[in-house]
């Protein structure tokens, strides 16, 4: 059984995230991201940077990959990789992926 020390802290930690998310609200701005949304951030970040690989199937995976799971803010890099690209399999891979990333809503 928790201590009501314990009680008191999970109160005030939630009373905290209440407030924080209510001051966010109030300025109009949104809460801070969650733990999730920072790892996909990451990952997306490093999907981009391995769009300038030397190795061709490494730059066609992570353009596919950020077609199924990408952002639209893949998009403007995805069209850069695409223009210096010279191996047109990869090229196809990433027109695909910035296809799939304009049908997103």
Known sequence: M??????ALVAGSALLL???VAGCAARGSA???SEQEVRIRRQA???I????????DIRACA????GKYGKK????PL???RARETVAWVKRAMRLAIEELQKEP
């Open 2 to 7: 928790p201590t009501s020390a314990a009680r």
């Open 18 to 20: 209440i407030c924080c």
């Open 31 to 33: 809460p801070p991201p």
């Open 45 to 47: 970040d490093n999907l």
């Open 49 to 56: 940077a391995s769009l300038k690989d030397k190795v061709p």
């Open 63 to 66: 353009a596919t990959r950020l």
């Open 73 to 76: 803010r893949a998009i403007a």
């Open 79 to 81: 069209r850069e990789a």
